[in-house]
């Protein structure tokens, strides 16, 4: 059982505060006692009652106020507060802290778009509900804020898109270090970056699911339940499975266990030749593929060069380019 801890605190007879209610608050913060206590104290807020709760003679902060304070916003807020108010400011003050007690920042930064619950994140949007975009989020280990594409539709939403191929205008036959750090714009033409997939992965179990469109408009897809990428040294190994048909079929499990290669990086299993350099893309080669995302956007059947183009096999054929191949992954719920 969670331990309660009480403290009581005095008011003076001219409503000041007391030396006493000083060295108690001290207190509080410091051995980190404000979360337990306030839980006890402080009321949630009902908008049909005075801010002053009849039954505990506390002041009582509005849901909507207190999830918006932040950084600077939360210092100057908690600051007016202390001020304004003698005994129960001191609680409003504890209370807004009580977060960054107990877990050291304010508010959380999402580690993937299965973690975004803030509308205001999206860029350009006047929405209060929370739709598919552009939005920032802070892989751990990645050190610093990302902007990615979120599918927040697509069966429950939360989806963080890895890679997308819509239209041909971007030209994915790169080096090894383009496919390092990612290229192209999230809402467009795009690849994360190898090292992006890795933090992403290795912090938590994901599920990848796969969703192709071909030139007559019908869409299927392909979904693992367990997907993840290991780090440069080992060759950004991939490591796939759990298979579930969307009517795609499978052409992910011939690539399982497979380290990325590159027109500069032969790293797969083909004997005295680059599958990257042969079938003018980049991926997680076997002996050569049966998927081949990163490869030349064409329209459709195409005979000229055999298996270059945006294929999925088990769909298609290796002759067929799709329209549209779309890789995004989540946490597994």
């Not at 304070?69 to 210092?75: C, K």
């Not at 930064?109 to 739709?131: G, K, M, Q, R, Y």
């Not at 499978?250 to 797969?268: E, I, W």
Request: hydrophobic letters at 35%.
């Amino acid at each position: 059982m969670k331990k309660i801890h009480r403290l009581r605190f005095c008011t003076l007879e001219d409503g000041t505060d007391s030396e006493e209610n000083q060295e108690k608050r001290d207190e509080a913060v410091l051995r980190g006692l404000a979360p337990s206590y306030l839980e006890e104290l402080v009321t949630p807020y009902q908008p049909n009652r005075p801010l002053h709760s009849q039954n505990a003679g506390l002041l009582v902060v509005p849901r909507d106020s207190r999830s918006r304070l932040g950084g600077r916003a939360f210092s100057y807020q908690a600051s007016l507060l202390w001020n304004q108010l003698p005994v129960q400011g001191s609680l409003v003050f504890l209370f807004l802290m009580a977060p960054t007690l107990a877990s050291g920042q304010p508010n959380p930064e999402p580690a993937d778009c299965s973690e975004v619950t803030d509308v205001s994140d999206l860029t350009d949007n006047d929405s209060e509900v929370i739709v598919s975009g552009l939005y920032p989020i802070f892989p751990a280990g990645h050190g610093s804020e990302m902007l990615v594409f979120c599918d927040m539709e697509t069966d429950n939403g939360g989806w963080t898109v890895i890679t997308s191929r819509m239209d041909g205008e971007l030209n994915f036959y790169r080096p090894w270090d383009h496919y390092k750090v990612g290229f192209g714009m999230p809402d467009s033409e795009y690849w994360i970056g190898l090292d992006n997939i890795y933090y992403l992965t290795s912090s938590k179990q994901y599920e990848l699911l796969v969703v192709l469109e071909d030139f007559e408009g019908k869409t299927v897809y392909a979904r693992y339940g367990s997907f993840a990428v290991g780090d440069e040294s080992s060759g950004y190994q991939l490591t796939v499975g759990d298979f579930t048909d969307g009517g795609a079929g499978d052409a992910m499990t011939y690539h399982n266990q497979m380290k990325f290669t590159t027109l500069d990086r032969d790293n797969d299993l083909l004997d005295k030749e680059n599958c990257a350099r042969k079938y003018l893309g980049a991926f997680w080669y076997n002996k050569c593929h049966t998927a081949n995302p990163n490869g030349v956007y064409r329209w459709g059947a195409d005979g000229t060069l055999f298996a270059v183009g945006v294929s999925w096999q088990p769909w298609k054929g290796q002759d067929y380019s799709l329209k549209s191949f779309i890789m995004m992954i989540r946490p597994v719920q």
